[in-house]
């Protein structure tokens, strides 16, 4: 599976909320500055070697600005300008980063103060090779299929099944501390709660602290993805063939073949801890004919025996 770096995008972001707390607070300490640089993964920038870019300009009066002076307010400007293109990229719906395998769905769920939360995820996601299904979305399948988040090990079956989820991020937030954890439906195991304090500016958390912890939440979620290969599951069978829990969104095309393979085994530690995970004896070949919806797909048979209960669709070597 391709990683790609995640560039973190809220400079202009951090400068304004900055700027406000300053203007309220009556500016902020050095260990409040070296607190936000941590928790956002930035280093102090010296901007000796551009002095007149700002002290000369903001140390003067407006009746001494001269031709110069418009000059570095115009550059000034396209920066900005500049950061603020490159945070509408960002935002709303923007092409997926690319990956060499199809993309593995994970499930948010989310209690406490949930819609920052739910926006800095819905921000990020595209940036990873996931398919995010939302908190809504998550909490609608757990429904159908009878479980409460404490109960997700008797419902991993049918989650795998439909929507198809592979991991789910459980996330809990009180103010500025967030709890949060991954259940891993393949392998039905539950990893350990993290616990994480984000900075706050005038009594918030910042948009863009939201947006670095849901970043980093997801980079740790789709590195144990490695466990367990790619893999769907027929949900349906249909006239023509099978319907199964992937589709474009997760990567997929017309014509991608797919082995059919008997029921997975988990392998563990001596201290019995999942640690990966195998598909069954090859049983035979699907190819993808249509779509149906987003992320759900058509196979028909090729060769051998199509999917029947428990048996999963892995890529071909």
Not at 34 to 51: I, K, L, N, T, V
Not at 96 to 118: I, K, N
Not at 175 to 187: H, I, K, M, P, Q
Not at 278 to 303: C, N, Q, T, W, Y
């Amino acid at each position: 599976m391709t990683h790609r770096p995640v560039a973190l995008f809220g400079s202009l972001t951090l400068a304004s909320l900055l700027l406000a707390g300053c203007a309220s607070n009556g500016g902020l300490s050095d260990e409040e500055r070296d607190r936000y640089r941590e928790a956002f993964g930035m280093q102090h920038e010296d901007w000796s070697d551009r002095p007149s870019l700002f002290s000369e300009l903001f140390g003067r009066d407006e009746d001494s600005m001269d031709e110069a002076d418009e000059d570095r307010i115009a550059e000034l400007e396209a920066a900005i300008a500049q950061l603020e293109d490159e945070r509408s990229q960002r935002d709303g719906d923007r092409d997926r980063v690319a990956t060499d395998t199809p993309r593995q769905r994970v499930g948010l769920l989310l209690d406490g103060e949930t819609e920052a939360a739910a926006q800095a995820f819905r921000d990020v996601a595209p940036d990873h090779p996931i398919v995010l299904l939302d908190n809504d979305a998550t909490r609608d399948a757990m429904e159908e299929a009878g479980c409460t988040p404490g109960e997700l090990p008797a419902c991993a079956g049918s989650l795998a099944v439909y929507p198809g989820l592979r991991t789910i991020v459980y996330v809990e937030t009180n103010g500025s501390e967030v709890r949060w954890s991954t259940y891993d439906v393949a392998l039905e195991y539950r990893h350990s709660v993290r616990v994480s304090e984000l900075p706050e500016v005038d009594g918030g958390v910042p948009e863009q602290a939201w947006r670095t912890f849901a970043d980093q939440a997801l980079i740790a979620t789709v590195d144990r993805l490695d466990t367990a290969p790619w893999h769907a599951r027929a949900f349906a069978e249909e006239a023509d063939g099978w319907a199964i829990n992937a589709g474009r969104d997760s990567g997929l095309e017309e014509g991608t073949r797919l082995e059919v393979r008997g029921e997975p085994g988990i392998v563990r530690n001596p201290n019995d801890r999942p640690v990966g995970w195998r598909p069954g004896s090859r049983k035979g070949v699907v190819e993808v004919v249509d779509f149906a919806g987003d992320d759900v797909a058509i196979v028909e048979l090729v060769d051998g025996d199509g999917p029947g209960e428990g048996d999963v669709l892995v890529l071909g070597d």
